[in-house]
């Protein structure tokens, strides 16, 4: 039984095509999705209801014939399950009550708290065709920290380097809560039957200098270190959103990761150029350019698939699927990959 997500990191050659799936396949832009998430009433309730999770997991799949499944949930569920109250609100995004210090944050209720997104691992698996992949993911701390600190999304985190800059001790605790909350939730998610995990750092952008090698790399690589000594033995793609060049090359070469997911703005030519050939490129295609669809769309995806052919590599968007995106781009470009 072959299956392309998971065979690309451990087979030595390389296929006639590469695997496929999407960031934020599960959502918006799919009507069946919109469906479940007004029957839930809103997207926290969905995220801990086992029963329609697995269901708007299973749809992009079952819908396009993507190669992989993303479980469906999102990575502040952890803050919610540290004890810092989370909600969403309509139209705007998520908002937490901002803490300056981790005294306050209890790390024992993470796999109680957390049960349900493994029952809805357990489904998911349960349900999938054998060739599919689950992924399970989390939040990298640096990414979660600066959500917990603001108590919003924002655009620079600047608050959250304001605490870093200021109390560096502070901001070091709750980085450290988070490292091993993480490694416990991911855990959790290998257990109930994830079989490739993605860490998000998506506000890898926002650090400078020595901040990315101490509050994204580092971390990283203690959570990767932390998950293999745990017995996790699942390929793991790191995906620092936004970095620049020599900041991608460090995370892929430092942090123990086995594929690194690259955003929309950085070459992927000259990312392969310098990346050992034993790390699996994914990415990078403009969620932008997914939207427009036709030929620019075809044309784009020729680029990366030709830009990558002689190494293993994953098709993926730069960032998440727009919720304004027409549902036949999605089956145009997945039928183009698979048509290689
Ligand atoms: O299909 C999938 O990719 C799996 C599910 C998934 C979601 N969020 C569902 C979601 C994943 C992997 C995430 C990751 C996530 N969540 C990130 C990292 C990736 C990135 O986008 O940079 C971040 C930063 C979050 C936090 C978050 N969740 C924000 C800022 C928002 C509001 C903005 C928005 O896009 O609506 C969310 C909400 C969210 N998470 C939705 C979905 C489908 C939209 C909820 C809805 O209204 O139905």
Redesign the pocket.
Same mark, same amino acid.
């Given at each position: 039984m072959i299956k392309p997500l998971e065979d690309i990191f451990r087979r030595a050659d390389i296929p006639s095509r590469p695997p496929i799936w999407?960031?934020?396949?599960?959502?918006?832009y799919l009507p069946e @999705?919109?469906k479940c998430?007004a029957q839930a009433g809103d997207?926290l309730s969905?995220?801990y209801n086992s029963d329609l999770a697995s269901v708007v997991?299973l749809q992009?799949v079952e819908r396009f014939d993507f190669d992989a499944a993303?479980?469906?949930?999102?990575?502040?569920l952890l803050c919610d399950a540290l004890g810092q109250e989370l909600w969403?609100v309509?139209g705007?995004?998520?908002r937490l009550t901002p803490i300056q210090r981790c005294d306050d944050l209890v790390i024992d209720n993470i796999e109680t708290h957390l049960a349900p997104v493994g029952e809805t691992i357990m489904r998911v698996r349960k349900a999938l065709s054998p060739d599919k992949t689950v992924i399970g993911?989390a939040?990298a701390p640096w990414?979660v920290a600066s @959500?917990m600190i603001a108590g919003c999304?924002t655009q620079y985190q600047g608050q959250a380097l304001a605490l870093m800059r200021s109390d560096r001790v502070a901001f070091q605790g709750i980085i450290d809560i988070l490292i091993e909350a993480t490694i416990r939730y991911l855990v959790l998610q290998v257990q109930a039957g994830a079989e490739v995990l993605?860490l998000?750092e998506?506000?890898g952008g926002s650090l400078r200098g020595n901040e990315f090698t101490d509050f994204a790399i580092a971390p990283a690589t203690s959570i990767i270190t932390g998950l293999r000594a745990r017995g996790v033995t699942v390929p793991i793609i790191g995906?620092p959103?936004g970095v620049n060049h020599d900041f991608y090359i460090d995370y892929a070469m430092s942090t123990g990761l086995d594929g690194l997911g690259l955003g929309s703005d950085i070459d992927i030519v000259s990312i392969s150029k310098c990346v050992a050939g034993d790390i699996v490129i994914q990415g990078n295609l403009p969620p932008e350019t997914l939207r427009v669809g036709g030929d620019m769309l075809i044309t784009a995806a020729e680029d990366i698939c030709s830009a990558l052919e002689s190494r293993r590599f994953i098709f993926n968007l730069g960032?998440?699927?727009l919720?304004d995106t027409p549902l036949e781009n999605v089956q145009l470009l997945v039928d183009y990959i698979h048509s290689r």
């Open positions: 999407l960031m934020r396949q599960a959502g918006r @999705y919109r998430r997207f969905l995220c997991t992009p993303i479980i469906f949930a999102d990575i502040l969403f309509e705007e995004g998520p993911f939040g990414t @959500y999304s993605q998000f998506s506000w995906f959103r960032h998440g699927i919720p």
